[in-house]
Nanobody
Framework: QVQFVEFGGGLVQTGGSLRLSCAAS?????IGWFHQAPGKGREGVSC????????YYKDSVKGRFTVSRDGAKNTVYLQMNSLRPEDTGVYYC??????????????????WGKGTLVTVSS
């Protein structure tokens, strides 16, 4: 069982910023965030491979979102700028503990946090 501590969701106006943070209770190879918009499925937004440093950003967030990690605190952050109404939804922190290689940085995630809600008003 993995415990997650997720912070940072909330209500913001279009063009505003939020920073999500996530800490997991065990070591991992990759960590990231999935987004579930209302009435839609979950999709990877941004992920980070801690072994080789590869990062992934969904096309619609490139240039607006930045993923980073504080190794000392074992915490990952998602800085979200220039937020849009379509960014609204639940953001789940995810980790992969398997050391198998995945070309998809967001692939093979093993554990999911409970999620934090982001609402962007127009």
């Amino acid at each position: 069982q993995v415990q997650f501590v997720e912070f940072g969701g909330g209500l913001v106006q279009t063009g505003g910023s939020l920073r999500l943070s996530c800490a997991a209770s065990r070591d991992y190879v990759a960590i990231g965030w999935f987004h579930q918009a209302p009435g839609k499925g979950r999709e990877g937004v941004s992920c980070l491979n801690t072994r080789d440093g590869r990062t992934y950003y969904k096309d619609s967030v490139k240039g607006r979102f930045t993923v980073s990690r504080d190794g000392a605190k074992n915490t990952v952050y998602l800085q979200m700028n220039s937020l849009r109404p379509e960014d609204t939804g639940v953001y789940y922190c995810v980790i992969r503990v398997s050391s198998l290689y995945y070309s998809d940085v967001c692939g093979g995630m093993d554990y999911w946090g409970k999620g934090t809600l982001v609402t962007v008003s127009s």
